[in-house]
């Protein structure tokens, strides 16, 4: 019976290993293409806050968060400012300057 524990000790070291080893290689490199992930802010959404707090969460490996102001209230508005405030690769634009944003993006 203790040759099944051990046995089964050893596996799971192993597999934490592997883990932690694969984890640390696949961040993603600083040659990697430009992607941005886009959150459009509208009126009824209220869910807003949720949404930004997972984005927060979520921050490794991403290259920009772009929130686009479509018909966003003011305490949308002020959510995404904060969140903007504390998250240095996030913007908050109107939904009219997106295409002129992405081009100074990706051209």
Do not use: N, W
């Not at 993603?28 to 009824?44: D, M, N, Q, T």
């Not at 290259?63 to 996030?90: G, M, N, W």
Request: glycine share 4%; with cysteine; aromatic share 10%.
């Amino acid at each position: 019976m203790d040759g099944i524990i051990i046995t089964a000790a050893v596996i799971l070291a192993v597999i934490s290993i592997i883990e932690v080893v694969t984890f640390f290689l696949a961040m993603p490199s600083r040659s990697a293409p430009a992607y941005a992930s886009v959150l459009p802010v509208f009126e009824g959404d209220e869910k807003l806050r949720e949404r930004l707090e997972y984005l927060s969460m979520k921050g490794c490996g991403r290259k920009r968060v772009i929130l686009v102001d479509y018909t966003a209230t003011p305490e949308q508005a002020e959510l995404c400012r904060q969140f903007v405030h504390s998250s240095p690769d996030a913007v908050f634009i109107r939904c009219s300057e997106l295409e002129d944003y992405f081009k100074g993006m990706f051209v």
